[in-house]
């Protein structure tokens, strides 16, 4: 089993910034995909950025440039710094890990864009 927490959400103004972390522990493979989907009220949980293990990254157009996905896999630890917030970008932020075509997701945490 694998568990992931995320943190560091919370309140930003507009124009702020937040990062992100999600700490993973159980059961983790070196080959893997992990990433950030957010999921604001009313609307479908959304892909926000990926990376693979081997660095590759990837991007909801909606964040291009403005947010960016890191991994620090000695401290098991995934990274989402943004910067730049919109309203737009309230959501409950959850972090995800796949390997073995096993998805595992966290808990996650809030993020509120508002004046």
């Known amino acids: 089993q694998v568990q992931l927490v995320e943190s560091g959400g919370g309140l930003v103004q507009p124009g702020g910034s937040l990062r992100l972390s999600c700490a993973a522990g159980?059961?983790?493979?070196?080959?893997?995909?992990m990433g950030w989907y957010r999921q604001a009220p009313g609307k479908e949980r959304e892909l926000v950025a990926e990376?693979?293990?081997?660095?590759?990254?990837n991007y909801a157009d909606s964040v291009q440039g403005r947010f960016t996905i890191s991994r620090a896999d000695a401290k098991n630890t995934l990274y989402l710094q943004m910067n730049s917030l919109k309203p737009d970008d309230t959501a409950v932020y959850y972090c995800?890990?796949?390997?073995?075509?096993?998805?595992?997701w966290g808990q996650g945490t809030q993020v509120t864009v508002s004046s």
């Open positions: 995800k890990r796949e390997q073995f075509k096993t998805n595992y």
């Open positions: 159980g059961l983790l493979f070196s080959i893997n995909v």
């Open positions: 990376i693979t293990s081997s660095g590759r990254t």
